[in-house]
């Protein structure tokens, strides 16, 4: 039997539902769910993803029975639709658009209208009796399908043969609007158009509609592999080998009349997450004219006006879907002659303080639980709510106001075109990307600007859908916009503004405003707080911050910190007067002259220990004796070490000597971390010494301070040994002289392999291990973090990683080395605290791995505190979803043994978590 290529929808052997969207794509998938609930959809039929595999494997040819399958769907849509396709006397007219499993809006191609010729063209006249409306449905088709499967698309910054054309018209008539355009006009274009084909292309426009057919699948199924659908999927995460489902469906008119109209809209704001119907439309016009921004459409509470009967229909329509869906919807729907058609139903994209909002408020209406709403924010999203904003009253020049299409606050310089937005980017420019519309093409220059302001759309266009899909600020349709590409400058309230001039926009008012504008910080909603109180309730695993002064650890509190899981003792040195002192012992020949310069020094450190203990109010505080090489202390440049003589009284041969004895040809695995305590204890005894003294004197003010001392660069039990005396000794000393008792504890950072492979001989000294997954992951690859950035991004394109593991932890190999190290550290010290403190503990996918492992805590950058503990809640959620499902499952009981070993390693784990 012959592999099922086809699945139809809309009609009585409609196939497929919302469960199989890996195979029809999202929006076929849905077609057919929709169609199952007994909503008004066109009849078509969706062509697998499968397909287009096998499309793209077999030099872009179909599978044998493809052709069969086709056109016994088409047999069925015909009957239902109560047309033909192909018929001069009662022609069925089609779209033909994409759908993957994951929405790519405006990324692949579209052909509508399909299926007209000049003969064909004569029978929709008659039946319809419109003879406007008929050739401006056959210009749209010709136009269209000349740009997609013919490839006269323009790029750049060329000028669209097809909108020249019609610009002419408009002159020669004097209307601004296509729509003032009468039937002998779009007529005229139409065979104006087809005349451009054949000149340009030196063939033909197909007139077979079979052909057209062909064509318009091909196209879609190649613009999987176009330039912008590539460029969005790499954005967005998305797999290049799921490949496209394409959706043949019949057409319906909303350009027949002032009964007609065609629109977008979402169940809820996708800006602000309220819950009040969202979207705009058109009356008398087709789909491609709300996205395009061709026209300024209305608001869609608007149509109640104008189509009532329609407008309750689909009130009822977004109702029924979302109730269906369980969340929020987008739409697209057309009325034709006041009847109203469901073309899609999506998951619809949203700001992620909309994501927040909705998913809090449908938890409290009922529609979902915590859990799943803890699980519909992504983690890594929660960042674009954590930046500033724009300061009222420093918005002093305001040239133009547009639509809030994308909140939040974007300054930079004026780029015209996305190629430039892009290539200033790269040269670390900030820009913000203006122009009359966006089109798919612009999605790279859309990533790679702060923000994006356009002269024409309105909030569904293609630049707002993407910029909220982006979290990019966007301004949309500002009509005071006149913009001039060919001389790169736009006009707006009497001002010009240049490429490469500051403006500065907001995308929760649509204000635009010249130069640059001060910010002010973040808010935070409600319902912001709530999703942070669900997940503190979800998660196991605690949340810290690498924090090095009391302001960090002060802004990591607010976003929830529950610790400093790193502060860097050897960022306070360049601080100030403290650079002078330290080069001064780096200079010393002698014990005595380092330890000199050093009891300069303690005082500083003991400040800065003090006001982060007061910052963290008796929370853990993981400090980090000196790691990196004493080298990095010393200026290399001539110009700086003469200044530097100049400061210490010595001569610039002897800073030079040092610099040259201190040179290392591969100082990451050099004379630094635990090798700098051991061959200079006296360092690491200030550094002690300053750690016990802030506690104590913090603890005089009544607060409590609990530092644990952390040993960098392990390697050996005895590296550590020996210097977990030494702090125990100088912990003894301080306690003495100021009779108090001190709370500490003592451990280490796993980042050699070695380390984490030997990491049961190390417990049995160390009271905790933090994973310093930076170098941990230098060290297994063996890559130079700084030098990897030249290959790395090679490496991930061709698919040779899948991600750069220094964002994205490893879990293959660096993962199982940490794996390694928890299970044998803890395998001799049960109560073994277990941390992880690299750049990856801010990042959502490590996060989970750290949960799964048997973590006790993460800790990352202040700012990215709540993204790790939404990502922990969801690590938890997601653990216990497994578990009920496995529960089904019957287990043979555990034996006594196995239940005291298990009772046992629960009561660590509880204790752990205590301290």
């Known amino acids: 039997m012959a592999q099922k290529h086809v699945y139809l929808f809309g009609t009585p052997k409609t196939a497929g539902d919302a469960s199989m969207r890996n195979l029809l794509g999202g929006k076929g998938a849905n077609l057919a769910e929709m169609s199952r609930l007994g909503l008004p959809v066109p009849a078509g039929f969706t062509i697998t993803t499968e397909v287009c595999t096998y499309y793209y494997q077999h030099g872009k040819n179909y599978p044998m029975e493809l052709k069969k399958q086709v056109e016994s769907a088409l047999r069925d849509v015909e009957q239902t639709m109560g047309a033909r396709f192909g018929d001069p006397q009662n022609p069925l007219l089609l779209s033909v658009r994409s759908g993957a499993r994951a929405s790519m809006p405006g990324m692949m191609e579209t052909v509508l209208n399909l299926g007209l010729n000049d003969q064909i063209i004569q029978g929709l006249i008659a039946r319809s009796g419109n003879e406007r409306f008929c050739y401006d449905v056959y210009r749209r088709f010709v136009q269209m399908y000349g740009d997609v499967v013919m490839g006269l698309r323009p790029e750049g910054k060329e000028i669209d043969p097809f909108e020249a054309l019609i610009e002419e018209a408009k002159h020669a008539r004097k209307v601004q609007l296509d729509t003032e355009l009468g039937a002998a006009d779009l007529k005229g274009l139409a065979v104006q158009f087809k005349a451009e084909i054949q000149r340009r292309l030196d063939q033909p426009f197909p007139e077979d509609p079979v052909e057209q057919l062909w064509g318009a699948i091909g196209a879609v199924f190649s613009s999987w592999n176009g330039a912008r659908a590539i460029k969005y999927r790499e954005l967005e995460g998305i797999p290049h080998d799921w490949g496209t489902a394409v959706n043949v469906q019949s057409m319906v008119y909303g350009n027949m009349g002032e009964d007609c109209a065609t629109g977008v809209a979402f169940t809820r704001n996708p800006s602000t997450g309220e819950k009040k119907l969202y979207g705009e439309y058109l009356i008398n016009a087709q789909g491609e004219d709300v996205v395009a921004g061709i026209r300024t459409p209305e608001p869609v509470a608007r149509l109640n006006d104008q189509l009532p009967t329609a407008y309750k229909q689909f009130r009822k329509v977004c109702a029924t879907l979302e109730q269906h869906y369980r969340e929020m919807q987008d739409l697209e729907f057309t009325i034709q002659q006041g009847r109203l058609w469901m073309l899609q139903a999506r998951t619809g994209k949203r700001t992620t303080a909309a994501a927040v909002k909705i998913a809090v408020d449908m938890a409290r209406e009922g529609l979902i639980t915590q859990a799943q709403a803890l699980q519909r924010v992504k983690p890594g999203e929660l960042d674009k709510l954590l930046h500033p904003g724009f300061v009222e009253a420093a918005k002093t020049q305001v040239i133009g106001r547009g639509l809030p299409a994308s909140p939040g ?192 020094l303690k005082p500083m450190q003991q400040g800065d220990f003090e006001g982060i203990f007061k910052a963290m109010k008796g929370l853990p505080v993981t400090i980090r004796l000196l790691d990196p090489p004493l080298h990095e202390f010393l200026p290399h440049e001539p110009a700086q070490q003469e200044e530097m003589a100049r400061q210490l009284g010595v001569s610039v041969e002897q800073i030079r000597e040092k610099v040259a004895y201190l040179h290392e040809f591969n100082p990451m695995l050099g004379h630094r971390g635990c090798r700098l305590g051991i061959t200079f204890p006296e360092i690491y005894e200030m550094q002690v010494e300053a750690i016990f003294e802030a506690a104590v004197a913090v603890k005089k003010q009544g607060i409590k301070a609990f530092p644990e001392v952390m040993i960098p660069l392990v390697g050996t039990l005895r590296e550590f040994a020996d210097l977990k005396e030494m702090t125990d000794r100088v912990a003894a000393q301080v306690g003495k002289a100021h009779g108090a008792a001190l709370s500490y504890l003592v451990g280490t950072m796993i980042e050699v392999p070695r380390a984490a492979v030997v990491a049961g001989q190390i417990a049995s000294q160390a009271e905790f291990f933090s994973f310093g997954t930076n170098d941990l992951t230098q060290l297994t690859f063996g890559y130079s973090r700084d030098d990897a950035g030249k290959f790395l991004p090679v490496y991930v394109e061709k698919g040779v990683l899948e991600a750069d593991p220094f964002q994205t932890l490893d879990q293959e190999g660096t993962g199982q080395l940490i794996r390694l190290g928890t299970e044998g550290g803890r395998q001799v010290r049960k109560d073994l605290k277990v941390g992880i403190c690299g750049e990856h503990g801010g990042d959502p996918a490590s996060v989970g791995f750290c949960h799964r492992v048997g973590m006790d805590y993460v800790s990352c950058s202040p700012y990215r505190v709540p993204i790790a503990r939404l990502a922990a809640a969801q690590a938890a959620v997601q653990e216990q979803e497994a578990r009920a499902k496995t529960k089904t499952t019957p287990k043979p009981k555990a034996k006594a043994k196995t239940r005291k070993v298990a009772a046992k390693a629960k009561a660590a784990a509880k204790a752990r978590r205590r301290r």
Not at 429 to 444: A, F, M, Y
Not at 472 to 500: M, P, W
Not at 576 to 591: F, N, Q, T
Request: with cysteine; charged share 25%.
């Open 409 to 600: 606050a974007a300054t930079g310089r004026v780029v015209f075109q996305a190629e430039e937005a892009e290539a200033w980017a790269a040269r670390g420019e900030k820009v913000v990307l203006v122009r009359q519309e966006t089109s798919p093409e612009d999605i790279g220059g859309m990533h790679a600007a702060q923000g994006i302001l356009t002269a024409r759309g309105g909030t569904t266009s293609h630049a707002a859908v993407v910029a909220r899909g982006m979290g990019k600020c966007c301004v949309a349709g500002c009509g005071e916009l006149s913009v001039d590409y060919q001389n790169g400058l736009f006009q707006a309230d009497g001002q010009t503004v240049r490429e490469g001039d500051w403006i500065s926009i907001d995308g929760s008012t649509g204000e635009v405003m010249l130069g640059q504008v001060s910010t002010q910080p973040a808010t935070f909603s409600r319902e912001f707080a709530t999703l942070m109180k669900w997940a503190d309730q979800a998660r196991r695993l605690k949340v810290r911050t690498n924090a090095d002064t009391p302001h960090d650890a002060e802004v990591a509190r607010r976003f929830g910190a529950e610790g400093i899981g790193l502060c860097r003792t050897e960022h306070m040195f360049f601080e100030g007067d403290r650079i002078s002192a330290v080069r001064e012992m780096i200079l010393a020949d002698s014990e005595r002259g380092r330890r000199q310069a050093l009891a300069k």
